[in-house]
């Protein structure tokens, strides 16, 4: 299994995960707006995807959205990475991809000056992220507009 961050060659796959994770994998209509925003987004490096690749086929990938916000004492560059689209093919679960491509993205995002990594988990995928040093925070609003 090879990890490795995403090209422009995996944009496909990325959008048939997205679908899948949004429960509309046979609706093509917004297929374009999909594959605009991963095409921009990777070009100018405000998201950075990794996949697990197994002999030429993406089987697992994971996204990180990048934002710069004001420079905190713990987290001087003020770069934030919000992981997202976290998918595993089904043959491919319970079998350590999910959290050993997160730990080699981690990797990565470190040396990129990023210190701080924020989510929304499902309950089942609780147990793998707190196992990768996650926890879970109680001071998280939103608000739809």
């Not at 905190?72 to 919000?82: D, I, Q, T």
């Amino acid at each position: 299994m090879l990890f490795r961050k995403a090209i422009t060659n995996d944009i496909p796959q990325l959008i048939n995960f997205r679908k899948i994770l949004l429960c509309h994998e046979d609706d093509s209509s917004i297929d374009e707006t999909f594959r605009n925003y991963f095409d921009s987004s990777l070009s100018d490096k405000s998201l950075v995807v990794w996949v697990a690749d197994d002999h030429g086929v993406v089987v697992s990938s994971v996204c990180f959205c990048l934002c710069r916000l004001a420079p905190r004492f713990e987290n001087p560059s003020g770069l934030v990475a919000y992981m997202a689209n976290v998918f595993t093919v089904p043959n491919y679960r319970r079998k350590g991809i999910g959290s050993n491509l997160i730990s080699e993205a981690i990797v990565d995002l470190k040396t990129q000056g990023i210190r701080k990594i924020l989510l929304h988990s499902s309950d089942m995928a609780k147990p793998m992220y707190e196992s990768l040093g996650f926890v879970e925070g109680k001071n998280y609003m939103s608000a739809n507009i």
